[in-house]
């Protein structure tokens, strides 16, 4: 009979470094867990080969964030790309990954040779990884799975920053990340979040823009408690 309350790892939102051992599977009975980038399985025991904060998300998978700054592409990755250069099939983009990727013409919702986007160099684009692998530049879609554009597209106006990848993942974790969570319970804002390191804030007023930018910047090295401690006193001088 499967256990309704998973084993959860004591060293959840603490710094990690390899070799440390977070689960020991001999102590769980019917439970499936999934690992993320910095974990591996040896023999009964989970173990952690990359230095980073080990992060929980439910239903049960755990990942250790790290500082990170390069971007390996990955198929479903949402990521924030700039507009590098056109050509007559493809825009190529920078999403700060080992090469420029694809952004065909046509992969935008109802895209046909008619209506094909003009994007200038520059241009700010939300999109999801379609491809992926070692040896050719990754693709990009700004349409989901079902051919909609959802989400996605040119983002205009705002502010953009860069971030670590590790950042970046605890932003979109599930439930809410404790920091948006803290904001947006006070705050009027619209943001994206790239896995590859790069953020996009837009709101009614500079200040906020700036106080949700930098409370983002700050996050780095808190825990869930100290994010939202860090979030009522920038509120406090913005009150």
Do not use: H
């Not at 990170?68 to 920078?94: A, C, H, M, W």
């Not at 799975?145 to 983002?155: T, V």
């Not at 974790?173 to 979040?193: D, M, N, R, Y």
């Amino acid at each position: 009979m499967e256990s309704k309350k998973p084993l959860r790892s004591a060293f959840v939102d603490d710094y990690v470094v390899p070799g440390d051992v977070i689960l020991d599977l001999a102590d769980m009975t019917n439970q499936t867990i999934k690992l993320g980038a910095g974990l591996r399985q040896d023999c009964d025991t989970i173990q952690v080969t990359s230095a980073g904060r080990l992060r929980l998300s439910k239903p049960n998978k755990y990942w250790v964030e790290n500082s990170q700054k390069r971007y390996i592409p990955s198929v479903e990755d949402t990521v924030l790309g700039i507009v590098v250069d056109t050509k007559p099939d493809n825009f190529l983009v920078d999403i700060k990954g080992p090469s420029l990727a694809f952004l065909p013409v046509l992969s935008f919702e109802g895209g046909t040779r008619r209506n094909i986007p003009k994007f200038e160099i520059g241009t700010l684009i939300y999109a999801r990884v379609v491809k992926a692998n070692s040896i050719m530049n990754p693709e990009l879609s700004c349409m989901d799975a079902i051919g909609k554009a959802a989400e996605f597209g040119q983002l205009k106006n705002g502010y953009t920053f860069e971030t670590s990848t590790g950042l970046a993942r605890m932003l979109l974790s599930s439930p809410t990340c404790p920091l948006l969570e803290a904001l947006g319970k006070k705050l009027s804002f619209e943001i994206a979040v790239g896995l590859n390191g790069r953020v996009w804030v837009n709101a009614p007023s500079p200040s906020n823009v700036i106080l949700v930018s930098e409370a983002i910047k700050q996050s780095e090295s808190f825990n869930r408690m100290q994010q939202r401690s860090m979030v009522e006193k920038l509120l406090a001088k913005l009150a």
